[in-house]
């Protein structure tokens, strides 16, 4: 009987292990004579490419020399460092996980993307929850909600029905603390032209605009400041008297 049924019968110890049946495999010996069947060449043929030392092997790809397919192809478009992907969702789904009491909304407590993630409602809030409006005649109850995108016919349908949207911007810090839950951190403002010409917008119900700041129950302080601070640029005005035209 080998060592190897006795160390299943018998207690294991340091002195009675030993290899699994046909775990080790004698090594191949290249390049010791004919009669071992692998003499002469090795194995590897009579010269060529493959035959030579080293890699023998050229890069994926590589296609003898010629233009490769990968070169042959023009490219094409371009990737956009400042994209956003929002995770969309869409009213009826809303309803849908108010009525199994999975989501629960008030004007002072809105739906915010961690509400959503942790609900189960969404899956990753990517950079940012997009409010969609398909299927709204299914919605039915009033809900409030602080996404950072909402489309036009999403603010119409919640709105008609005694609900509230105030779209909020988010960096990627101020999202991870949203999803944490975290509050001893103060969020960013948005930076960027487009973002301040959206978030000041009351028609895209930016929580930065004039109007959002005086129907907000959530309003901060500093939103007001920023709001001014953002705006300002309209009431700017600058002398073109000592211009010269060209």
């Excluded at 809900?143 to 909402?150: C, K, L, N, V």
């Excluded at 810090?173 to 839950?181: E, I």
Aim: contains cysteine.
């Amino acid at each position: 009987m080998s060592s190897v049924f006795r160390s299943r019968t018998a207690r294991i110890t340091l002195s009675n292990l030993s290899p699994g049946p046909n775990s080790q495999h004698a090594q191949k010996r290249l390049g010791r004579g004919q009669g071992s069947g692998r003499g002469g060449t090795s194995g590897r043929g009579h010269k060529g490419q493959k035959a030579r030392a080293g890699n023998g092997k050229p890069k994926a790809g590589f296609e003898g020399g010629q233009t490769p397919i990968t070169k042959r192809f023009p490219k094409k478009g371009f990737v956009n460092p400042n994209r956003k992907v929002y995770a969309p969702i869409n009213l009826d789904r809303i309803q849908h996980w108010i009525d199994q009491g999975r989501l629960q909304s008030s004007p002072e407590n809105p739906i915010t993307a961690r509400d959503l993630l942790l609900s189960g409602c969404i899956h990753n809030v990517h950079d940012g929850i997009k409010l969609l409006g398909d299927n709204a005649p299914f919605l039915k109850t009033p809900i409030h909600i602080t996404p950072s995108r909402a489309s036009q016919s999403a603010i119409k349908a919640v709105e008609s029905v005694g609900g509230s949207v105030f779209c909020q911007y988010y960096n990627p810090l101020a999202l991870r603390d949203c999803v944490k839950s975290r509050a001893d951190r103060i969020s960013a403002a948005p930076t960027r032209r487009t973002d301040i010409l959206w978030y000041t917008n009351w028609r895209n119900r930016g929580y930065l605009s004039p109007e959002a700041i005086e129907k907000n129950p959530k309003v901060e302080e500093r939103w007001k400041e920023l709001s001014k601070q953002l705006l300002s640029f309209k009431d700017q005005t600058f002398d073109t008297k000592g211009v010269k035209k060209m």
